[in-house]
T-cell receptor, first 110, second 116 residues
Framework: KQEVTQIPAALSVPEGENLVLNCSFTDSAIYNLQWFRQDPGKGLTSLLLIQSSQREQTSGRLNASLDKSSGRSTLYIAASQPGDSATYLCAVSGFQKLVFGTGTRLLVSP | GAVVSQHPSWVICKSGTSVKIECRSLDFQATTMFWYRQFPKQSLMLMATSNEGSKATYEQGVEKDKFLINHASLTLSTLTVTSAHPEDSSFYIC????????????FGPGTRLTVT
């Protein structure tokens, strides 16, 4: 059974810092890995999707890497802003199913 | 593109009543839709996979007679919570996968259910 863990569970940083969120998964047989953002009481916003054959994806200030063999992914956020405050979820795709991680609650203070 | 809507966005109902939540893919056809549940400060848990024109596949521990799923068309899936109880209060999120597309799922904005 796939298990997805995210570290840290919560993170508080001052504006402008670069930061790294970690995601680990137990079964390396995945199709892809996605990073999502969730604001309080809201749905999910897809940030980046990395196919299993890829090593990384970039979108603006976000960069996600994938090391499938070691079961790890990182989300790098450059020059963090207060608007980045949210919960970040990673999810791995197996056969037709997404398994979500436990999430990292990020607070960026001005 | 790839927009998924949910209705209602929030609902309050009395214990013992039934509530229906709709999930629509607005600009694409979705053979497969998924229903997730999220309790406060927890992650999303898959409840069931819904395929158009066939019975839904429920995850272990999810009561299929309590959470009725209908996927009658390529753009609409419904989740009916029957005889709702306070412990069913949760955030329900659906997602849809593009027919013939990649494995990517597109998520709806969620429905907050409160059972009093």
């Amino acid at each position: 059974k796939q298990e997805v863990t995210q570290i840290p569970a919560a993170l508080s940083v001052p504006e402008g810092e670069n930061l790294v969120l970690n995601c680990s998964f137990t079964d390396s047989a995945i199709y892809n890995l996605q990073w999502f953002r969730q604001d309080p009481g809201k749905g999910l916003t897809s940030l980046l999707l990395i196919q299993s054959s890829q090593r990384e994806q970039t979108s603006g200030r976000l960069n996600a890497s994938l090391d499938k063999s070691s079961g790890r992914s990182t989300l790098y956020i450059a020059a963090s802003q207060p608007g980045d405050s949210a919960t970040y979820l990673c999810a791995v795709s197996g056969f037709q199913k997404l398994v979500f991680g436990t999430g990292t609650r990020l607070l960026v203070s001005p | 593109g790839a927009v998924v809507s949910q209705h209602p966005s929030w609902v309050i109902c009395k214990s013992g009543t039934s509530v229906k939540i709709e999930c629509r893919s607005l600009d694409f056809q979705a053979t497969t839709m998924f229903w997730y549940r999220q309790f406060p400060k927890q992650s999303l848990m898959l409840m069931a996979t819904s395929n158009e024109g066939s019975k839904a596949t429920y995850e272990q521990g999810v009561e299929k007679d309590k959470f009725l799923i209908n996927h009658a068309s390529l753009t609409l899936s419904t989740l009916t919570v029957t005889s709702a109880h306070p412990e069913d209060s949760s955030f329900y999120i659906c997602s849809a996968r593009l027919t013939g597309g990649s494995d990517e799922q597109y998520f709806g904005p969620g429905t907050r259910l409160t059972v009093t």
